[in-house]
T-cell receptor
């Protein structure tokens, strides 16, 4: 079974630029999560989708971050404009269960904002 | 009080030792609990779910104490390969929204 795919794996941008990350979850997984993980900290949930609806986005900085999940499959996370403090690993995860199930993570995208 | 708290460590133990980590949570309505393992520069991977009755998988034992609102992970006969960060996850804020702890670092030395 293919795992969660993410791209790009690494990205370096300058502050105030825009960046987008892509995630393809495991086939059939209804729930998709985007996390931000800063070095030395645990993953922080940014947004959770169930199919193509948003379950929770309370910790998403909506003035600069946006995410969508078209057709309930792939998802993109965008940052515009980026700030230095956005430097982190952005992890995508998916879950077969609708609520509270085991999450399978992609390899993440390492973002460095200069 | 943070929603989910873990001692970041590091816990530095010799091979063969037994080590235990705790993770406290603040939401008494939390419904499901997990331990994930994260190796350096890798993604988190599920280690085990935590059931109300406690559960064991080889050298690993997870327990839930609802009264005191914490989960625990016990590792017996530590191996060098157990060196990693152990993340607890609590689902319960709103509709099973997952919250991760900051992780506990374990270093097993020869």
């Amino acid at each position: 079974e293919a795992g969660v795919a993410q791209s790009p794996r690494y990205k370096i941008i300058e502050k105030r630029q825009s960046v987008a990350f892509w995630c393809n979850p495991i086939s059939g997984h209804a729930t998709l999560y985007w996390y931000q993980q800063i070095l030395g900290q645990g993953p922080k949930l940014l947004i959770q989708f169930q199919n193509n609806g948003v379950v929770d986005d309370s910790q998403l900085p909506k003035d600069r971050f946006s995410a969508e999940r078209l057709k309930g499959v792939d998802s993109t996370l965008k940052i515009q404009p980026a700030k230095l403090e956005d430097s982190a690993v952005y992890l995508c995860a998916s879950s077969l269960e609708s609520l509270g199930g085991t999450q399978y993570f992609g390899p993440g995208t390492r973002l460095l904002v200069l | 009080r943070k929603e989910v708290e873990q001692d970041p460590g590091p816990f530095n133990v010799p091979e063969g030792a037994t080590v235990a980590f705790n993770c406290t949570y603040s939401n008494s309505a939390s419904q499901s609990f997990f331990w994930y393992r994260q190796d350096c520069r890798k993604e988190p991977k599920l280690l085990m779910s935590v059931y109300s009755s406690g559960n064991e998988d080889g050298r690993f034992t997870a327990q839930l104490n609802r009264a005191s609102q914490y989960i625990s992970l016990l590792i017996r006969d530590s191996k060098l390969s157990d060196s990693a960060t152990y993340l607890c996850v609590v689902n319960g804020r709103g509709s099973y929204i997952p919250t991760f702890g900051r992780g506990t670092s374990l270093i097993v030395h020869p």
